[in-house]
């Protein structure tokens, strides 16, 4: 089985805006070969931020059924459930590193499902944080900024 990977949510939310074809595009592919192989993993932080995301911040947002259509999808994926233990272990991941507690959630997920990647566009490509390596999986397309 090939190594895990956790999908922050921008890449969730790319997959499903129009707005730039390219990343769209780039998540899906991430998204649809980590389900295939049963690599991907998401957090109940995830779905959540996703929900909140493409039904309010998106140009053309979902209606609320067709974002739970969406979620229930990606729940096929490992998802980590937040628990005191992980919020205790994203305020050291905190303040160690000086991120946001809720980057630093991610992580502690990520690091808690045995991921080696983090898929996001929000923390330094290449950055490790412990076993847990950043990838911005948009830096080298034609249209990332």
């Known amino acids: 089985m090939?190594?895990?990977?956790?999908?922050?949510?921008?890449?969730?939310?790319?997959?499903?805006?129009?707005s730039s074809s390219i990343k769209k595009n780039a998540s899906q592919e991430l998204i649809f070969r980590s389900m295939r192989d049963g690599s991907g993993v998401i957090s109940s932080q995830v779905l959540s931020e996703f929900f909140v995301t493409v039904t309010k911040?998106?140009?053309?947002?979902?209606s609320a059924a067709?974002?739970?259509?969406?979620?229930?999808?990606?729940?096929?994926?490992?998802?980590?459930?937040?628990?005191?233990?992980?919020?205790?272990?994203?305020?050291?991941?905190?303040?160690?590193?000086?991120?946001?507690?809720?980057?630093s959630l991610i992580l502690s997920s990520a690091e808690r499902a045995g991921c080696s990647t983090l898929y996001s566009e929000d923390l330094s490509d290449g950055q490790s944080y412990g076993a847990v390596t950043v990838r911005n999986p948009y830096r080298q397309l034609p249209d990332a900024s």
């Not at 090939?2 to 129009?18: E, G, Q």
């Not at 911040?57 to 979902?62: E, H, I, R, S, V």
């Not at 729940?75 to 305020?91: C, G």
């Open 2 to 18: 090939p190594d895990k990977v956790f999908f922050d949510t921008n890449v969730l939310v790319y997959a499903h805006d129009s």
């Open 66 to 103: 067709q974002a739970r259509k969406e979620i229930l999808l990606l729940s096929n994926m490992e998802t980590v459930d937040i628990d005191p233990t992980l919020v205790v272990r994203a305020i050291e991941i905190h303040e160690k590193w000086q991120l946001s507690y809720w980057d």
């Open 57 to 62: 911040k998106t140009a053309k947002p979902l």
